[in-house]
């Protein structure tokens, strides 16, 4: 028998688990409201709301000066881990979308954190690609398109530097991962989730946080 985690997280639960974290400050809290009024059928997409905290954290526990964003959306997870990088940090967020992105730089303006924001509009394997090969990012936070997410852990390993850290979100796939006839996205979490697990680069732990989150520190 495994002995597994029998908290049920219910509505109650989740408020109590907020309230004992951080709260959002004003401008994270209007980047949330704003993704959600403005992109109603989009929304779901923003990294949820105990993240924020939790990549701050994670940004300071690193000590990161150069952090990577690969999916960057209205700019909600880039705000909160610029927020914690020292005044000379540089966070390189990969998207597609400028549509999108615009939100995140005028959120990033009105924090005082947008000269630590390096916004690239282009597809992220291109941006990954064309940064120098040695090892030198502290944190990287993916969360984009889930077919690609092999291609893009294989770009950052190689430039992880030694106990950096690259935090993987959607690994649980909405249970998706569990089903053995999955498809599509779904299927492709299963296969970047198996290949994480044999990565013997890096020390890796699967964490029940919101829709699953990994985090894989470079040996
Ligand atoms: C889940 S959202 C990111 C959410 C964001 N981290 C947040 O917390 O608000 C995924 C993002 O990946 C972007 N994306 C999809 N394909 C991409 C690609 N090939 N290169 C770069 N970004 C891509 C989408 O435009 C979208 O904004």
Same mark, same amino acid.
């Given at each position: 028998?495994?002995?597994?985690?029998?908290?049920?997280?219910?509505?109650?639960?989740?408020?109590?688990? /907020?309230?004992?974290?951080?709260?959002?400050?004003?401008?994270?809290?209007?980047?949330?409201?704003?993704?959600?009024?403005?992109?109603?059928?989009?929304?779901?997409?923003?990294?949820?709301?105990?993240?924020?905290?939790?990549?701050?954290?994670?940004?300071?526990?690193?000590?990161?000066?150069?952090?990577?964003?690969?999916?960057?959306?209205?700019?909600?997870?880039? /705000?909160?881990?610029?927020?914690?990088?020292?005044?000379?940090?540089?966070?390189?967020?990969?998207?597609?979308?400028?549509?999108?992105?615009?939100?995140?730089?005028?959120?990033?303006?009105?924090?005082?954190?947008?000269?630590?924001?390096?916004?690239?509009?282009?597809?992220?394997?291109?941006?990954?690609?064309?940064?120098?090969?040695?090892?030198?990012?502290?944190?990287?936070?993916?969360?984009?398109?889930?077919?690609?997410?092999?291609?893009?852990?294989?770009?950052?390993?190689?430039?992880? +530097?030694?106990?950096?850290?690259?935090?993987?979100?959607?690994?649980?796939?909405?249970?998706?991962?569990?089903?053995?006839?999955?498809?599509?996205?779904?299927?492709?979490?299963?296969?970047?989730?198996?290949?994480?697990?044999?990565?013997?680069?890096?020390?890796?732990?699967? /964490?029940?946080?919101?829709?699953?989150?990994?985090?894989? +520190?470079?040996?």
């Amino acid at each position: 028998m495994t002995k597994g985690n029998d908290t049920t997280i219910t509505a109650e639960l989740y408020a109590y688990m /907020l309230a004992h974290n951080p709260p959002l400050d004003p401008v994270q809290r209007e980047l949330v409201d704003t993704t959600y009024a403005r992109f109603p059928d989009h929304a779901g997409m923003q990294s949820a709301e105990e993240q924020a905290p939790l990549l701050a954290f994670l940004v300071r526990l690193v000590g990161a000066r150069h952090v990577v964003e690969v999916g960057t959306f209205t700019g909600f997870s880039a /705000l909160a881990m610029a927020q914690a990088l020292p005044a000379d940090g540089t966070l390189i967020a990969c998207d597609i979308s400028e549509e999108w992105t615009a939100y995140g730089r005028e959120a990033w303006a009105k924090a005082g954190v947008a000269d630590r924001v390096d916004l690239r509009i282009a597809p992220a394997l291109d941006t990954l690609r064309a940064m120098p090969d040695e090892p030198h990012i502290d944190f990287a936070y993916l969360d984009a398109d889930k077919g690609g997410y092999i291609a893009y852990w294989e770009e950052l390993v190689p430039r992880m +530097r030694r106990g950096g850290v690259i935090a993987t979100d959607n690994v649980l796939f909405h249970g998706g991962v569990t089903d053995p006839e999955a498809t599509g996205p779904a299927a492709a979490i299963k296969e970047f989730n198996d290949h994480v697990s044999a990565d013997d680069r890096m020390d890796s732990v699967l /964490l029940t946080v919101s829709d699953g989150l990994t985090l894989s +520190r470079k040996k």
